[in-house]
């Protein structure tokens, strides 16, 4: 009987935590994403390259969108640079 029946992977508390870090590292990467996409359309609607709103021209959204954006980018790196069990 011992072959018809499939085998299951032990549940631990380990392997719970390995997809919850998982989770994590996913929603953190995709956040970090986000910020970077968002940081670029900001500066380029601050330096008057996408028209059409009211940042269009205004130097301060190119400010904000660099700062968006190198956050994103620390997420990132510090995201795929830590370790999981």
Do not use: C, D, H
């Not at 935590?17 to 995709?30: F, P």
């Not at 968002?38 to 269009?56: A, R």
């Not at 130097?59 to 830590?82: E, P, Q, T």
């Amino acid at each position: 009987m011992k072959g018809i029946l499939p085998s299951y992977p032990k549940l631990t508390l380990t392997s719970v935590v390995t997809v919850e870090e998982n989770r994590m590292k996913i929603a953190i990467s995709i956040v970090g994403v986000l910020l970077i996409l968002t940081g670029v359309v900001w500066f380029l609607q601050g330096i008057n390259v996408i028209p059409g709103s009211f940042m269009t021209g205004q130097s301060k959204w190119a400010v904000y969108g660099v700062i968006s954006a190198v956050i994103g980018i620390g997420l990132l790196v510090y995201n795929n640079r830590r370790r999981t069990i």
